[in-house]
């Protein structure tokens, strides 16, 4: 799905940067440039949701570690 228009930027593309190490919004936004002079910054709501749900679910799975 895509979340930026402006860039093409897809969820895949989000998630991907954040197992790199982009961790936060802001990172993210500066990393693909969504600030650059033609990009609108509307996505910036829809990165942030997705990167507060991955928070969300890695905390989750620290305090439930999968046992093997
Ligand atoms: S939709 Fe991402 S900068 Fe416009």
Request: charged share 20%; proline share 1%; with cysteine.
């Amino acid at each position: 799905m895509y979340v930026c228009l402006c860039k093409g930027l897809t969820e895949s593309d989000v998630r991907a940067a954040g197992r790199q190490g982009f961790l936060t919004t802001r990172q993210i936004v500066a990393e693909f440039g969504l600030r650059d002079n033609g990009c609108c910054g509307r996505c910036a709501k829809n990165i942030h949701e997705l990167v507060s749900l991955a928070k969300s679910q890695l905390e989750t799975t620290c305090q439930n570690p999968v046992r093997s």
